[in-house]
T-cell receptor
């Protein structure tokens, strides 16, 4: 059974800092890995999707890396802004072509 | 394109009462998911539909939860009778095809349930 862990559970940083969020998963036979953002009271917005054959994906100030063999992914946020404050969740298909299994998320606060 | 629509956004009920949530996925999306997100946790899949058929309902508490997707479009999720531990946000998501490797899920804003 796939399990996803995210560290840290919460993070507070001053504006402008670069930061890294971590995600680990127990079953390395994944289809892909996705990073989502969730604002309070809102649904989830997909940020990046990394296919199992890829090592990383970039979108603007966000860069996600994937190391399948070690069961780890990181989300790097450059030059953080107060608008980046949200909960960030990573998710993987539990096995093969199946629905997403989510971590508990990292709650990020960027202080102006 | 219009997003995934969910209603109601908020619902407060007493335990042992019943409640129903509605979801309208993105037009043309064959796959529909219901997730339960308890405060401080990640979303947990309750049920997955492909068109109007159930693909995965292994984590749905079938003694109290039911879901249907008539005509392969809208879906309803019902809880009867509700328990205190059902307090959560119920998220609906849709994707064009079943394969998560090829498509990104689009989530609705969720329906927040509080059971007193």
């Amino acid at each position: 059974k796939q399990e996803v862990t995210q560290i840290p559970a919460a993070l507070s940083v001053p504006e402008g800092e670069n930061l890294v969020l971590n995600c680990s998963f127990t079953d390395s036979a994944i289809y892909n890995l996705q990073w989502f953002r969730q604002d309070p009271g809102k649904g989830l917005t997909s940020l990046l999707l990394i296919q199992s054959s890829q090592r990383e994906q970039t979108s603007g100030r966000l860069n996600a890396s994937l190391d399948k063999s070690s069961g780890r992914s990181t989300l790097y946020i450059a030059a953080s802004q107060p608008g980046d404050s949200a909960t960030y969740l990573c998710a993987v298909p539990s096995s093969g072509n199946t629905p997403l299994v989510f971590g508990k998320g990292t709650r990020l606060s960027v202080i102006a | 394109e219009a997003g995934v629509a969910q209603s109601p956004r908020y619902k407060i009920i007493e335990k042992r009462q019943s409640v129903a949530f509605w979801c309208n996925p993105i037009s043309g999306h064959a796959t529909l998911y219901w997730y339960q997100q308890i405060l401080g946790q990640g979303p947990k899949l309750l049920i997955q539909f492909q068109n109007n058929g159930v693909v995965d309902d292994s984590q749905l508490p079938k003694d109290r939860f039911s879901a249907e997707r008539l005509k392969g479009v809208d879906s309803t999720l019902k809880i009867q009778p509700a328990k205190l531990e059902d307090s959560a946000v119920y998220l609906c998501a849709s994707s064009p095809v079943r394969a998560p490797g090829a498509n990104v899920l689009t989530f609705g804003a969720g329906s927040r349930l509080t059971v007193l």
